[in-house]
C-alpha cells in the first residue's frame, strides 16, 4: 500500500477549481509515489463550499483554515487565496508542521515573503510555490534546450504578459484591483510570472528599472454605484540585467485590448532562438544555425519524449492550462517522497518578490534599482 498525503485546500473559485482538477487527475494519469487525498476544503461562505466541495470531490469542507492546523491528520496545506492571507496561513502551516503549497505570487510584500520563507525554514517543512508554466511541456523543453546549449549563449529575454480584462471603465473594483488584498496590479499578478519564467530560463535578475501605470484610477465597487479607488497598477514594465550578462525587457498589462492570456517569451542566443506563447502553449518556436536554409520551426510538444507528455495521448494530441497545475502537483508529491525540496520553492518566491520590490523601487525613483540578494 502506497503512502496517503491528506490535502486541504483554502480557497475555491479559480485556483481552488484548477488545483482541485490537479490532485484529482495526477493519478489517474503519472504512477505516483504516495497518493493525494482530498480531505478537507476551506473558505468562508459554507453554502458555497458545500457545493465546491462536492462539485471538485473533496471529502470534507472547514470555514475555519485556523482549525485545520490542528488537526493532526492533515498533511499539505494549498493556499489558493488572494495574497492578503498568504502569509498568516502559510506561517500558520508551517508552525504545524505541515508541507505548504502557496499560489503565487507568494506575499503581498517582500517583507511578507521573508516571513514565510524563515517560517519553512525555522520548521524545516516541505514548500513549494505555484509558478505553473514552468510546467508547460513546451516550457520545460525551452529549459532542456537552453541548458544543452543549443541556442548558444543568451543575449535577450523579452517576456510580455498582456490581458484586456479591464480595459472597461466600468468593471468593477474586484480584489484584483486593491492593493490591501493583492498587493499590487499587472506587477504581481502577472509580470511575476514573466519574471519567473525569466529566472528559470536565463538566471538571476540583479537589476531592473520599473514603469507602473494606473489607467483607469476610479472603478464601480461591485454591487453598488458608488465609485472607489483603484490603488494597483494597470501596467507594469521594466527592463532587467541579468547576473549572465544578458539583458531583457518585461511588460505586463491588462490593458491590451483583444489580449486574452497572452503570456509570450523570446529568448535570443548566440545560436539561435526560442520562443513561446500559452496561447499556442503546445508549441515551441525554435530557430537555429543550420546554414543557408535555417528559420524559425514550430515544434509541437506532443512526443512521448517530450517533458510530462509520455502519461498523456498519442502525439499530436494537445493538451491545456489545466495540465500545468497537474505536472506541478506530481512534482511536489515526487519531491515529498523523496525527502528533497521541489522548485519553485519559497526561496524562488522570495527571490521573485525582490524583483518585483525592485520594479516598485525603480518606478518610484525613476533609477535602475538593484535587485536585493537572498539571506
Ligand atoms: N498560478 C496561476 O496561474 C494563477 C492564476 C490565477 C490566480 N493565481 C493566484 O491564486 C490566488 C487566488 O486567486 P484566484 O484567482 O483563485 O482568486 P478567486 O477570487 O477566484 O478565489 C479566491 C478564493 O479565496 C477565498 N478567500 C479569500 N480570502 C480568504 C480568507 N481570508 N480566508 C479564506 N478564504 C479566503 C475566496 O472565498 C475564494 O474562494 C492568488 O494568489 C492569485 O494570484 C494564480
Not at 494549498?78 to 503565487?104: L, M, N, Q, W, Y
Not at 543549443?150 to 479591464?166: E, V
Not at 544555425?289 to 509520455?310: C, D, I, Q, W
Request: hydrophobic share 40%.
Amino acid at each position: 500500500m502506497r503512502k496517503k498525503l491528506n490535502i486541504a485546500m483554502i480557497g475555491y473559485r479559480f485556483m481552488g477549481k484548477a488545483h482541485s482538477n490537479a490532485w484529482r487527475q495526477v493519478g489517474h494519469f503519472f504512477n505516483l509515489p504516495v497518493d493525494p487525498v482530498m480531505k478537507v476544503i476551506c473558505g468562508r461562505n459554507e453554502q458555497e463550499l458545500k457545493k465546491a466541495a462536492e462539485a471538485f470531490g473533496w471529502e470534507e469542507y472547514s470555514v475555519s483554515w485556523e482549525r485545520l492546523m490542528e488537526r493532526k491528520d492533515i498533511d499539505v496545506v494549498d493556499i489558493c487565496t488572494p495574497g492578503d492571507s498568504h502569509r498568516p496561513i502559510a506561517v500558520a502551516a508551517a508552525e504545524a508542521k505541515k508541507i505548504v503549497f502557496c499560489e503565487k505570487p507568494l506575499a503581498n510584500t517582500l517583507g511578507e515573503a521573508q516571513q514565510m520563507l524563515d517560517a519553512v525554514r525555522r520548521n524545516s517543512v516541505m514548500h513549494m510555490v505555484c509558478f505553473n508554466y514552468r510546467r508547460a511541456p513546451a516550457v520545460a523543453l525551452a529549459r532542456q534546450l537552453i541548458t544543452e546549449g543549443r541556442i548558444g549563449n543568451i543575449c535577450h529575454y523579452r517576456g510580455t504578459y498582456l490581458q484586456d480584462w479591464i480595459v472597461d471603465p466600468n468593471f468593477p473594483r474586484v480584489w484584483r484591483l486593491e492593493k490591501a488584498k493583492a498587493g499590487s496590479g499587472a506587477l504581481g499578478d502577472i509580470a511575476s510570472h514573466s519574471i519567473d519564467l525569466a529566472r528559470y530560463l536565463v538566471g538571476e535578475i540583479t537589476e531592473t528599472t520599473g514603469l507602473l501605470k494606473t489607467f483607469v484610477t476610479e472603478r464601480p465597487l461591485p454591487g453598488t454605484n458608488s465609485k472607489a479607488l483603484v490603488d494597483v497598477d494597470d501596467a507594469a514594465l521594466s527592463l532587467v540585467r541579468f547576473e549572465s550578462g544578458a539583458v531583457g525587457s518585461i511588460e505586463a498589462t491588462r490593458f491590451a485590448a483583444g489580449r486574452k492570456n497572452f503570456n509570450r517569451f523570446e529568448i535570443n542566443g548566440s545560436k539561435g532562438s526560442i520562443a513561446f506563447n500559452l496561447e499556442r502553449m503546445n508549441e515551441l518556436e525554435l530557430y537555429v544555425e543550420e546554414g543557408p536554409n535555417s528559420g524559425f520551426k514550430t515544434v509541437l510538444v506532443t512526443n512521448a519524449r517530450h517533458p510530462y507528455m509520455a502519461a498523456w495521448w498519442p502525439p499530436g494530441h494537445i493538451i491545456g492550462y489545466e495540465h500545468t497545475f497537474t505536472h506541478t502537483v506530481l512534482d511536489l508529491l515526487k519531491a515529498i517522497d523523496e525527502q528533497k525540496l521541489p522548485t519553485p520553492n519559497f526561496e524562488d518566491g522570495v527571490r521573485n518578490q525582490k524583483v518585483l520590490d525592485a520594479i516598485e523601487r525603480a518606478a518610484a525613483s525613476q533609477k535602475w534599482q538593484v535587485v536585493g540578494q537572498l539571506a
